[in-house]
């Protein structure tokens, strides 16, 4: 070959590089609001079939390189508008400019869902009711430390009961009533796909108050939050879905031409327990009070008849502070055409308003996703975080500075551990009480999409949760003689506990997509699931310790330990057909077949159904009504377990230490529980109706539910016959609990233009809960902490207060009445959500959320016990009926302190600023926003006695609603700034 042969040959290699170029161009424009005008940052903007796209900057700006030639179909998406699709032409060499304008949605239509199979779901599809929280876009508004905080007041048929202010706390999660009494009433959570832990930290009992596991995820790491309420909607979950699916959706990066991405962001505030939320404690000034100043030194220089006035907690600086709050957060993301990334750290830290109260969170993410090829994708998504929780005592125990402030006589001096204003224990000692727990939560999940035909696509998904934990509790050995937290403690005691958990996570899932004709489309999904759920802890106690600084627990002089493991491990599988009748008309029937380990041995199998339809009718060609822009029928019906507890259904043993004859110790087996080997899950069948309507050029929309949920083989405890050998009780299946209810949302924008866009929503929602039958015809179950004001009875709901009134006998006397008074229940029967958002001044943004809960009762023991010791004004007013005076101080009497609940909240406001981009500009950044923010600001409205009617002496207990010594929900105020560069 010559040399000329060979410099044309690689001179046209050389030109094949230009060459492939050339045939590709390039698209990029911007993203707009059509109402305002404003940029859309994170909008999705894709090549259709062509696995290319970009994801918009924060002033909705985009470029998508190596666009094939010739005519394509850009699709564009963006949380909360409508989807477009816009058919351009390329040509090769060149840029196409190409804006595109998106109109809010009232109803997203077209917006992907998860809903446990693996195609892409859109809601049009879905025929049951699936809550989205954006809540990228709710951080943004307002201040949330937590997961439960984030969801608070934002789902209807969502009930959150946070328990108290005291930081680190944990919230009960309710969702349509509650169907279980023995099971969980409490929904599963999932993130990214991977099982996680929830339920407490293991912390130390403070006598009330429990940690959240769900208190490790970063809410500003989180993208979307969805809400699967019922079993209609969660059959493909299984037997541990019935209570309802929450699916956590962290952030990602976003593809398109190379990009990054930073932000900061910069927190501070506080939280505060006005004066005016505390009570006022009267005493009467008497001569003989007068006449022993040393026993009543707050009365020196009063006047017999005078009232001595006391607001607890008010005077003493050792008792209270103003709580602090610090959270600084630092994230990165972007990618390039074939992969996205977003990594995140942030260090929140918070401060109560007791000084030995606090919870402070470290944590880290990276998730990452790659596109190698068309049919190929896969992703890791990665997240730790160190959380440090310390808690005082409080609520239903004597040494906490509530009771000991609450039922202090003002004007007196308390001997022992007490003080003035303090009657058990005062702020120095109280202060000392040592209870932390600190986690270290693992996660990291992988999924892998393979796409081998345009029509088939599989999902892999695996993943680990792993939470470490170590509690410790504390107390020096007692120098002052008082014993302040008792003599049990007084020489000093240590106590660690390791609690573990991992839960473990293998998730396939198949999809079948093809056109049966031009009008009939199948969507056929298919999969498995696997988990498994691994328990360890062990616990070693240490008594009388001979210095502060001896804290191990083999310094103690006498030391005992034990240990704990549980496993559990379930496995299903399911079938689904969908079919959709030109894009408007989607039937759908699915079943799944689950075993698990908590069941009983004789139980292999159990299958769940579902089936729903979903009717886009505003898209039918008879449809034609003006001002209507949407409106889809929608119905489902379907089933999904309760799972019994671990072991619950497994006869078990255990030992004990037997003496012998000759004084020595031996270990003897002996029967522990007696077990069940025909225990199954609840089953839960529900069906649900409803509709949506957007109206007006999307100005208006309306959704409306209705449910009906059944819950059957509802487990109860059985006394064990003596005749067995077995003590104690069992569990089987033989109950049924009802519970029905609306949901409602209404949306509209009475102002949308360029200078000020208003937006309202309403949420409302109803739960009617009844317990239909035991199953066995046993008499009502009576339970309460301080009086039994709480029953289990057919035909009430669950839970739901009785209480004894008191009146006078012939002889005068003041005594308790033989039937007890049934009240109402102990959760809302009634709720209803309002906010507003004002976007103003080209960069002003005002937000606003009122919460009302009504139709339900609380046992307020702090006022009941303030009538007993005759502190309160309605057992000193001078004025007051004297039957009523005494029936207030009588033991027993709980009519007066079972009161309704029912209370208006001002939960959140928040006035933020984004600076003019062309101030940022100037100083290297992109955006700068500023915004003072306010959560739990006021009660606007209470029936209740007491200030704050939401507390709950065990944040997170299912049932028993006791306000006992417990700290509300403070009032919280800070100042944030958000930069991204």
Not at 224 to 248: L, R
Not at 452 to 477: H, K, M
Not at 566 to 592: M, P
Request: charge should be negative; aromatic fraction near 12%.
């Amino acid at each position: 070959m010559s040399y000329k042969k060979l410099l044309y040959i690689c001179f046209f290699l050389a030109l094949l590089p230009a060459m492939g170029q050339a045939q590709t161009g390039e698209i990029s424009g911007t993203v707009k609001d059509a109402a305002t005008g404003d940029g859309l940052a994170g909008a999705n903007v894709l090549v259709r079939g062509e696995n290319i796209g970009a994801a918009t900057s924060l002033e909705g700006d985009y470029t998508i390189t190596n666009v094939p030639a010739g005519a394509q179909t850009l699709e564009v998406r963006y949380l909360g508008y409508q989807a477009k699709t816009l058919s351009v032409e390329v040509t090769a060499g060149e840029v196409l400019n190409v804006d595109i304008d998106l109109a809010q949605s009232q109803l997203n239509m077209d917006e992907v869902v998860i809903t446990g199979t693996a195609g892409d779901t859109r809601r049009r599809a879905v025929g049951n009711s699936i809550s989205r929280v954006d809540a990228s876009d709710i951080m943004e508004r307002v201040s949330n430390n937590t997961v439960t905080e984030l969801l608070q007041a934002k789902v209807p048929g969502m009930t959150l009961v946070p328990g108290s202010g005291t930081a680190g706390t944990a919230a009960n999660i309710r969702i349509r009533g509650a169907g279980s009494m023995q099971a969980s009433v409490q929904p599963i959570f999932y993130v990214d796909g991977v099982r996680i832990q929830t339920g407490g930290q293991g912390n130390f009992n403070v006598y009330g108050q429990n940690t959240s596991a769900l208190d490790a995820i970063n809410p500003n790491d989180i993208a979307s939050i969805e809400v699967i309420k019922g079993p209609a909607a969660a059959t493909i979950y299984g037997a541990n879905a019935a209570s309802g699916v929450i699916n956590i959706t962290t952030k990602q990066g976003s593809m398109g031409e190379p990009n990054i991405n930073w932000s900061a962001r910069v927190e501070r505030g506080g939280t505060s327990w006005p004066e005016s939320w505390r009570p006022t404690n009267y005493s009467l000034v008497t001569e003989e009070r007068l006449d022993a100043p040393d026993n009543w030194p707050g009365m020196v220089g009063m006047q017999a008849g005078e009232f001595f006035e006391h607001i607890p907690m008010s005077e003493n600086s050792d008792a209270l502070r103003t709580g602090v709050l610090n959270q600084y957060s630092l994230s990165v993301r972007g990618g390039g055409q074939q992969y996205s990334f977003f990594v995140s750290g942030s260090r929140d830290e918070e401060d109560g308003v007791f000084y030995n109260n606090y919870s402070n969170r470290s944590s880290v993410r990276g998730n990452f996703r790659f596109f190698p090829s068309e049919q190929l994708d896969f992703s890791v998504n990665a997240g730790y975080s160190n959380n440090h929780v310390r808690l005082p005592l409080n609520d239903n125990i004597a040494y906490g500075l509530i009771i000991s402030s609450w039922l202090a006589v003002p004007g007196r001096q308390y001997t022992g551990a007490g003080d003035v204003g303090f009657f058990t224990i005062a702020p120095e000692y109280a202060n000392t009480y040592n209870n932390q727990t600190r986690s270290d939560r693992f996660s990291i999940s992988s999924t892998i999409n393979y796409r081998p035909l345009d029509w088939f696509t599989n999902r892999l998904r695996v993943g680990i949760d792993s939470n470490t934990r170590q509690a410790e509790l504390f107390y020096t050995p007692d120098q002052t003689g008082l014993a302040p937290f008792g003599v049990n403690v007084a020489d000093g005691y240590v106590s660690i506990a390791t609690p573990k958990t991992d839960v473990y996570t293998i998730d396939y899932g198949g999809s079948l997509q093809f056109d049966l004709n031009q009008q009939i489309r199948s969507d056929f999904s298919f999969g498995f699931q696997f988990e498994a759920v691994d328990g360890r802890s062990a616990t070693a106690t240490g008594e009388g310790l001979g210095s502060e600084a001896a804290r191990l627990v083999g310094n103690a002089a006498t030391t005992f330990g034990s240990q704990s493991f549980s496993e559990s491990r379930s496995f299903g599988v399911y079938v689904q057909e969908q079919i959709g009748w030109e894009d408007r008309l989607f039937a759908t029937a699915a079943v799944r077949m689950d075993n698990n380990s908590v069941f009983g041995s004789e139980i292999n199998r159990v299958f769940y159904p579902k089936t729903s339809l979903s009717y886009v009718m505003s898209e039918a060609p008879f449809f034609n009504y003006r001002y209507v822009d949407e409106f889809r029928l929608r119905a489902a019906w379907g089933q999904a377990g309760n799972a019994p507890g671990t072991y619950a259904a497994s006869r078990t043993y255990t030992t004990s230490v037997r003496t012998m004859e000759d004084g020595s110790a031996e270990p003897a087996l002996r029967y522990a529980t007696f077990g069940n080997p025909d225990l199954v899950a609840e089953r839960s069948s529900e069906l649900e109706l409803g509709f949506d309507l957007s109206m007006f050029m999307d100005r208006l929309g309306l959704e409306i539910t209705y449910y009906n949920t059944v819950t059957r083989d509802a487990i109860m405890s059985v006394s064990v016959a003596p005749s067995t050998g077995f003590s104690g009780s069992t569990l089987e299946n033989l109950g049924e609990i009802k519970n029905t209810g609306i949901e409602a949302v209404l949306s509209f924008v009475p102002l949308a233009l360029n200078s000020v866009n208003w937006r309202n929503t309403f949420t409302f929602s109803t739960n009617s809960n009844e317990l239909v039958s035991f199953g066995d015809g046993r008499d009502s179950q009576i339970f309460g902490i301080y009086h039994p004001v709480q029953r289990y009875e057919e035909g009430k709901p669950l839970g739901a207060f009785w209480a004894q009134r008191a009146s006078r006998d012939d002889d005068g006397v003041m005594r308790l009445e033989s039937e007890d008074i049934y009240k109402g229940p102990s959760l809302p029967t009634r709720e209803l959500k309002y906010s507003a958002e004002i976007n103003f001044l080209g960069g002003f943004r005002f937000f606003a959320l009122v919460d009302y809960q009504g139709g339900h009762y609380q046992f307020n023991v702090k006022d009941m016990r303030r009538d007993r010791a005759r502190i309160s004004w309605e057992t000193v007013n001078p004025e007051a009926d004297p039957d009523e005076v005494a029936a207030r101080a009588l033991w027993g009497q709980t009519y007066h302190h079972v009161q309704p609940a029912d209370f208006i909240k001002l939960r959140d406001v928040s006035l933020s600023y984004t600076l003019p981009v062309s101030f940022v500009d100037q100083i290297g950044l992109n955006r700068a926003t500023l915004s003072v923010t306010g959560h739990n600001l006021a009660v606007l409205w209470t029936r209740y006695g007491g200030h704050d009617p939401e507390v709950n002496f065990h944040g997170d207990a299912s049932f028993s609603r006791v306000d006992s010594w417990t700290a509300p929900n403070f009032r919280r105020i800070t100042g944030s700034l958000s930069i991204d560069f």
